[in-house]
């Protein structure tokens, strides 16, 4: 908040432990395997729902333009 780091406000308690984790694997052909592990609160469900597709397409439109040249 405002450029500091907020870790111990009530907003924040309601989310901790929640994370994101980001794992990218080479498999054969040129293709990678993107593993996404999550936990947040059930309130956030939907947003995520709504969210993960469209970042995902843009990941793959990212990656792929960089893999071309």
Not at 23 to 36: A, D, I, S, V
Not at 42 to 48: H, L, Q, S, T
Request: net charge negative; proline share 3%.
């Amino acid at each position: 908040m405002n450029g500091i780091e907020d870790t111990t406000s009530e907003e924040i308690r309601k989310w901790a432990p929640a994370f994101e984790n980001y794992t990218l694997e080479e498999l054969e052909e040129k293709k990678t395997l993107f593993k996404l592990d999550m936990d947040a609160t059930e309130e956030y469900y939907d947003m995520f729902l709504e969210m993960w597709p469209k970042a995902l397409t843009k990941l793959k439109e990212v990656s792929e333009s960089d893999s071309d040249k």
